[in-house]
């Protein structure tokens, strides 16, 4: 069964620092997503993407946070200046189109903790 | 008020039981409903659509009832294989651009 797989699975770092997750989402989807989860907390949304462009993005979602998709595979979220509440699971998704009859496939996620 | 809430358990259960959560949502414009699967640190994992209508898959079934903004799952015949955390999950549009969840109920079924 096609995944999402997502890189690094888990990572350490300092506040301050900026962090790069990456995914590659199934190759026939076109809509791409990152949601993050705190520790005990519900799942939430952060940032929908199509055609090369954010097509939604959450209160969450602020200057700090970018998305990009470099090339044909990889979809990536930056965090630019690391805080200790980004400390959280950060999961990438996919879906072949954006209609209710379309699931959405979700990675194994990024386990980040900033210290 | 929670855009989704959810009783969140622990529901403790004997294998062959069955089990029955439920989920209530604020906002009436909401169109999109499912039922996600998610193992302890794990993602989370579609375990079905909701339809007004009602639908069924195995042992699972799952009602919406738009008028009292309620969504239920029902699990007959529990197996030690469905202990996890069930979350409730909507969307505003017929697009799934933006889901959003529950905190989940827990379900822990014992031999």
């Known amino acids: 069964e096609p995944e999402v797989t997502q890189t690094p699975s888990h990572q350490v770092t300092q506040m301050g620092q900026e962090v790069i997750l990456r995914c590659v989402p199934i190759?026939?989807?076109?809509?791409f997503y990152w949601y993050r989860q705190i520790l005990g907390q519900k799942v939430e949304f952060l940032v929908s993407f199509y055609n090369n462009e954010i097509s939604e993005k959450s209160e969450i979602f602020d200057d700090q946070f970018s998305v990009e998709r470099p090339d044909g595979s990889n979809f990536t979220l930056k965090i630019r200046s690391t805080k200790l509440e980004d400390s959280a699971m950060y999961f990438c998704?996919?879906?072949?189109?954006?209609?209710?009859?379309?699931?959405?496939?979700f990675g194994e996620g990024s386990w980040l903790t900033v210290v | 008020r929670k855009e989704v809430e959810q009783d969140p358990g622990p529901f403790n259960v004997p294998e062959g039981a069955t089990v029955a959560f439920n989920c209530t949502y604020s906002?009436?414009?909401?169109?999109?409903f499912f039922w996600y699967r998610q193992d302890c640190r794990k993602e989370p994992k579609l375990l079905m659509s909701v339809y007004s209508s009602g639908n069924e898959d195995g042992r699972f079934t799952a009602q919406l009832n738009r008028a009292s903004q309620y969504i239920s799952l029902l699990i007959r015949d529990s197996k030690l294989s469905d202990s996890a955390t069930y979350l409730c999950?909507?969307?505003?549009?017929?697009?799934?651009?933006?889901?959003?969840f529950g905190t989940g109920t827990r379900l822990q079924v014992f031999p």
């Open positions: 190759s026939n989807h076109l809509y």
């Open positions: 999950v909507v969307s505003r549009s017929y697009n799934t651009d933006k889901l959003i």
């Open positions: 906002n009436s414009a909401s169109q999109s």
């Open positions: 998704a996919s879906s072949e189109g954006a209609g209710s009859g379309n699931t959405i496939y």
